[in-house]
C-alpha cells in the first residue's frame, strides 16, 4: 500500500490553490481543467508517469495561466525531484527503460561505425590521415543512426522505412562516388552541405513519416536547438575529461595522444549525437525552455552587432572582402540570426499582443537584411569581375535564400505589430521555407561538382 495521492487529488489540490489564491468563476477552472488533463494525457502517452505529467502539465499551463503559473512555482523542489532523482519516474518506465536501450546501443553503432573505414587504410588521425573523406562522410556516420532512433521511438510505418533511406543512400553515393581532387572547391561544399540535408531529412523520421505538418517542423526545429545546447554541453564536458585523461597519463610518463585522437575524440563525438537527442526527448518536457531563453539573452546583443558593423561599414567607406573563409563567416552570423528569429517564435505564444521584444526581432531582422544585401552586392560584384566559381555561386544561392525569407520575416512582423495578420502567419511561413535549404542543400551537394567539372 502506498499514501501517493491519485491523479483525481493533484488535480484537486490544484483546484483548491486556485479557489484560494483568488476568485476564480468555476466556469473559467472547468476550462483549465480540461487543458490540464488534455496536457497529462498527451505526456503519459510520451512514457511519463502520473506524477510526473501532472507536475509537468501544470508547468506547460503556468505558460497561460498566472495563477497555474504560481502553483508551478510554489511546486517547484518537488518538480526537480520528481524528474532529476524519484527511481519511480520516467525513467524507470518501459518506454523509457526502451528508448534509453535504444539510445545506448544507436549511439554505440555511430562510434563503431566512424571506425570502420580504417579496416581499409583509411586513417582519421595523424600525419596520413584521410580528412577529405571523412569531411565528406562525417555525417552519414552518425544520422542514419540518428533517424532510426527517431523511426523506432516515433513507430514509423514499415511501409516508409524505404524513404527514409533514400536520402542517406544518395547522399553516401555522391560523397563517394564523384571523383573529388584533394583540394577540390566543390569536395568541400559538399562536406558542408551534405550534413545540412540529412539533419533535415531526418526530420521525416523525428516526425513520423508526417513531415508535411507544420506544428511537427516546429517541433523539430525545437528539437534542434535544444539538441545543439545538448551537444554543446557534452562535447565541453567531453574536452574537459580528454584534457585531464592526458594530464594524468603523462605524469606517470605514457602518451594517451593517439588514443584520446584516434578513438575518444571521433567516437565520443559520434555517440553523443545520439546521446544528446535522447537527452532532449526525454527532458523535453521541462528543459525545452534552454533554447527561447538563450534567444532572449541573444537577440539584443546580436542585433547590437550587426548595428555596429553597418554604422561602421557606413563611417569607414570599407567593402566586403568576397573571399571563402569571409563568405562563410557571413552566412554563419546570418543563420544565426534566423535561428535566433525561429527559436524566438516557437517559444512564443500566437495569441498574445505586439510587445517591445517584437520590435526588437524586427530590427534584428532588418539590419541582418542591410548585411545580407551588402554581401549580396560584394558576390555579385565578384562574380561579374571573375566569374562564377563553386564558392562564390554556393554563396550566392545561400544569401538569396536567406534574403527572401528574411525579407518576408521582416514584413510579417511588421504586419503583426501594426494589428493586420496574426503571429500565426509568421510561424507557418518560417516552417513552409524550410524545405526550400533541403533543396538548395542537395543540389549542391549533388549537382555542383558535376555542374563545375568536380574543381
Known amino acids: 500500500m502506498t499514501d501517493k495521492p491519485t491523479l483525481d487529488e493533484r488535480i484537486g489540490q490544484w483546484r483548491q490553490y486556485l479557489r484560494r489564491r483568488q476568485a476564480v468563476h468555476s466556469a473559467d477552472i472547468e476550462e483549465l481543467e480540461d487543458h490540464l488533463r488534455a496536457q497529462i494525457e498527451a505526456?503519459?502517452?510520451?512514457?511519463?508517469?502520473?506524477?510526473?505529467?501532472?507536475?509537468?502539465?501544470?508547468?506547460?499551463?503556468?505558460?497561460?495561466?498566472?495563477?497555474?503559473?504560481?502553483?508551478?512555482?510554489?511546486?517547484?523542489?518537488?518538480?526537480?525531484?520528481?524528474?532529476?532523482?524519484?527511481?519511480?519516474?520516467?525513467?524507470?518506465?518501459?518506454?523509457?527503460?526502451?528508448?534509453?536501450?535504444?539510445?545506448?546501443?544507436?549511439?554505440?553503432?555511430?562510434?563503431?561505425?566512424?571506425?570502420?573505414?580504417?579496416?581499409?587504410?583509411?586513417?582519421?588521425?595523424?600525419?596520413?590521415?584521410?580528412?577529405?573523406?571523412?569531411?565528406?562522410?562525417?555525417?552519414l556516420f552518425v544520422l542514419p543512426f540518428l533517424a532510426v532512433f527517431f523511426a523506432l521511438k516515433r513507430g514509423l510505418a514499415r511501409s516508409k522505412w524505404p524513404w527514409l533511406a533514400v536520402p542517406f543512400v544518395a547522399g553516401g553515393l555522391v560523397a563517394n562516388i564523384w571523383?573529388?581532387?584533394?583540394e577540390s572547391h566543390t569536395g568541400v561544399l559538399t562536406a558542408i552541405h551534405l550534413p545540412i540535408g540529412l539533419w533535415l531529412a531526418v526530420c521525416y523520421a523525428y516526425a513520423g513519416g508526417l513531415w508535411r505538418r507544420q506544428e511537427r517542423r516546429m517541433n523539430y526545429v525545437r528539437f534542434s536547438g535544444e539538441w545543439f545546447i545538448y551537444y554543446t554541453l557534452i562535447a565541453l564536458g567531453g574536452g574537459v575529461l580528454m584534457g585531464l585523461a592526458s594530464f594524468i597519463f603523462e605524469t606517470i610518463g605514457l602518451?594517451?595522444?593517439?588514443?584520446?585522437?584516434?578513438?575518444?575524440?571521433?567516437?565520443?563525438?559520434?555517440?553523443?549525437?545520439?546521446?544528446?537527442?535522447?537527452?532532449?526527448?526525454?527532458?523535453?518536457?521541462?528543459?525545452?525552455?534552454?533554447?527561447?531563453?538563450?534567444?532572449?539573452?541573444?537577440?539584443?546583443?546580436?542585433?547590437?552587432?550587426?548595428?555596429?558593423?553597418?554604422?561602421?561599414?557606413?563611417?569607414?567607406?570599407?567593402?566586403?572582402?568576397?573571399?571563402?573563409?569571409?563568405?562563410?563567416?557571413?552566412?554563419?552570423?546570418?543563420?544565426?540570426?534566423?535561428?535566433?528569429?525561429?527559436?524566438?517564435?516557437?517559444?512564443?505564444?500566437?495569441?498574445a499582443p505586439p510587445g517591445r521584444f517584437d520590435m526588437l526581432q524586427l530590427l534584428l531582422v532588418a539590419s541582418a537584411l542591410v548585411v545580407d544585401s551588402i554581401a549580396l552586392w560584394a558576390i555579385a560584384a565578384r562574380i561579374s569581375e571573375f566569374g562564377f566559381s563553386p564558392n562564390r555561386t554556393a554563396a550566392l544561392g545561400l544569401n538569396l535564400l536567406l534574403f527572401v525569407n528574411l525579407a518576408w520575416s521582416a514584413v510579417l512582423t511588421a504586419r503583426f505589430l501594426a494589428g493586420r495578420v496574426p503571429f500565426a502567419r509568421l510561424e507557418r511561413w518560417q516552417t513552409a521555407y524550410l524545405p526550400a535549404y533541403a533543396v538548395w542543400a542537395w543540389f549542391v551537394t549533388a549537382l555542383f561538382p558535376v555542374i563545375f567539372k568536380y574543381q
Not at 512514457?47 to 499551463?61: C, I, P, T, Y
Not at 525531484?81 to 526502451?98: E, F, H, N, T
Not at 573505414?117 to 571523412?134: K, M, Q, T, V
Request: with cysteine; hydrophobic share 55%.
Open 43 to 139: 505526456l503519459r502517452a510520451a512514457g511519463l508517469d502520473e506524477d510526473e505529467a501532472f507536475l509537468v502539465g501544470v508547468k506547460r499551463l503556468g505558460d497561460l495561466d498566472t495563477l497555474s503559473r504560481e502553483f508551478a512555482v510554489e511546486y517547484s523542489e518537488r518538480l526537480w525531484k520528481q524528474l532529476v532523482a524519484s527511481p519511480g519516474g520516467a525513467a524507470s518506465s518501459s518506454a523509457g527503460r526502451r528508448d534509453a536501450a535504444a539510445a545506448v546501443g544507436l549511439a554505440a553503432a555511430a562510434a563503431v561505425a566512424i571506425k570502420i573505414p580504417e579496416l581499409f587504410g583509411l586513417r582519421i588521425s595523424g600525419p596520413s590521415a584521410d580528412l577529405s573523406f571523412y569531411l565528406r562522410n562525417l555525417s
Open 179 to 182: 571523383p573529388f581532387g584533394p
Open 255 to 351: 602518451n594517451p595522444e593517439k588514443a584520446l585522437a584516434g578513438w575518444i575524440l571521433p567516437c565520443g563525438a559520434m555517440g553523443a549525437v545520439i546521446i544528446a537527442a535522447w537527452l532532449v526527448e526525454h527532458k523535453q518536457s521541462v528543459i525545452e525552455n534552454m533554447a527561447p531563453v538563450l534567444t532572449r539573452l541573444f537577440t539584443p546583443l546580436f542585433t547590437a552587432l550587426l548595428l555596429v558593423f553597418v554604422a561602421a561599414m557606413v563611417w569607414t567607406g570599407g567593402v566586403i572582402k568576397v573571399e571563402r573563409e569571409v563568405l562563410i563567416g557571413f552566412d554563419l552570423l546570418l543563420v544565426v540570426v534566423l535561428g535566433l528569429l525561429l527559436y524566438a517564435i516557437s517559444a512564443r505564444d500566437p495569441q
